[in-house]
């Protein structure tokens, strides 16, 4: 059974950092694309990264230069490092393998 769990959202304040981690199990994580998507209530949900096997990332517009997707195989981990927060980045954001598995999500606000 695959399980996604999502961690590390909160509060914080404009300009500030969060990491969010997502532990995977019950599948090959190592060759898995993995993804950090984000919803907001009442609107469709958004492709934030992608980070491919071999390492190579691609970015949605609105957080290139800000969020960093990486991952660690031993920990079969995907990590999103988020910096200089905006309040439009406030939502529930949710990572994914290869399109198919899902976790829970984790909601993350920036507001002052």
């Known amino acids: 059974q695959v399980q996604l769990v999502e961690s590390g959202g909160g509060l914080v304040q404009p300009g500030g950092s969060l990491r969010l981690s997502c532990v995977a199990s019950g599948l090959s994580f190592s060759s898995s694309i993995m993804r950090w998507y984000r919803q907001v209530p009442g609107r469709q949900r958004e492709f934030v990264a992608t980070i491919f096997s071999v390492g190579n990332t691609l970015y949605a517009p609105s957080v290139k230069g800000r969020f960093t997707i990486s991952r660690d195989n031993t920990k079969n981990t995907v990590y999103l490092q988020m910096n200089s927060l905006k309040p439009d980045d406030t939502a529930v954001y949710y990572c994914?393998?290869?399109?198919?598995?899902w976790g829970q999500g984790t909601q993350v606000t920036v507001s002052s």
């Open positions: 994914s393998a290869d399109s198919l598995y």
